[in-house]
């Protein structure tokens, strides 16, 4: 009994350790952390009373589906005569400052990759994300589908 205790004990001290890992290890080389795996997300307008870091996570994400869909053109879509599922994929840092630069967008035509990146940097400042108390810029992922 005493040795199934034992390896529970230290199976949880594992399972802790790992889960608790170090903040700064998650920071690349150019102080960035991706959005995941950040201790204190950037706080996007409307998302500060969000009380835990994991509903912030949410709201912002939320947030930022809406502003992507209410203003894509998706009439450039039509005009390209891209009809069905349109996906693009892109990607963006929050700097320490909560601007949104670096952004990239890859799709299936250069025009919708074109709005894409118009729609994204129009995207409002933010409360910068942070690791152990200080800023940092904060690498965010969004892929863009919709059908037409």
Avoid: W
Wanted: hydrophobic share 35%; net charge positive; aromatic share 8%.
């Amino acid at each position: 009994m005493k040795n199934i205790i034992t390896f529970f004990l230290v199976l949880c001290s594992l399972l802790c350790y790992s889960q608790t890992e170090n903040q700064e290890d998650i920071l690349n080389e150019n102080n960035e952390a991706p959005f995941a795996k950040i201790e204190e997300v950037p706080i996007y307008p409307g998302c500060e009373n969000a009380s835990s870091n994991k509903e912030k996570k949410a709201c912002m994400s939320e947030m930022i589906k809406l502003f992507v869909s209410e203003k894509f053109n998706l009439k450039i879509s039509k005009k390209y005569g891209k009809k069905g599922i349109n996906r693009l994929y892109t990607r963006f840092k929050i700097d320490e400052d909560g601007k949104v630069v670096d952004i990239e967008a890859r799709g299936d035509h250069p025009r919708l990759e074109k709005e894409a990146l118009r729609i994204l940097k129009k995207l409002p400042k933010m409360k910068p994300g942070k690791v152990d108390g200080k800023p940092v810029g904060v690498l965010y992922a969004l892929p863009i589908v919709f059908k037409i």
